[in-house]
């Protein structure tokens, strides 16, 4: 997400040319936010995605199986296995199509970060700290929730 100039922290994405923070969310099959994480955007996908599941491990005991996709490819699936004792799986494209085709349990999650940016507020990363923006997230969600 593009921040405006008054955030204290953003770093720069080179990939898709963009300085602000990158929003990590775990959500369920149904798409309901579980878990956030608001990062620098200088921060690779893969190690977000450590410190997200990191801060869950001991929360969700019960949580089996996580679908991702490709950006969390290679190391970060042994680290899980090893150090979570969940599945990460990644649900990948067929390269030799051309077409767009729905897969499944790929776009939850961007359905999820549409619903969240309905909200006027998070459209556009206004907050200065990240702590608050994770709240938003929350709040959002909440609001959508009920």
């Known amino acids: 997400m593009k ?3 008054q955030a204290k922290t953003k770093g720069y994405d080179a990939g898709k040319r963009v300085k602000g923070r990158k929003r990590h969310i ?5 798409g309901l936010l579980l878990k956030a994480k608001v990062l620098t955007a200088d921060v690779q996908d893969r190690d977000g ?3 997200l599941f990191s801060e869950i491990k001991e929360q969700m005991p019960r949580l089996y199986l996580i679908w991702a996709d490709s950006s969390y490819r290679g190391k970060l699936i ?3 296995a090893a150090q979570c004792f969940w599945i990460l799986e990644i649900v990948k494209r067929n390269d030799h199509e051309k077409v767009f085709k729905l897969l499944p349990k790929r776009w939850i999650v961007e359905r999820t970060f549409s619903w969240l940016n309905r909200n006027r507020r998070l ?12 709240a938003f997230l929350y709040l959002t969600m909440s609001i959508l929730m009920l």
């Open 3 to 5: 921040t405006d100039e």
């Open 26 to 30: 775990l959500v369920d099959t149904l």
């Open 49 to 51: 995605a450590k410190m």
């Open 78 to 80: 042994l680290w899980v």
């Open 123 to 134: 459209s556009k990363d206004y907050e200065r700290k990240i702590e608050s923006s994770e």
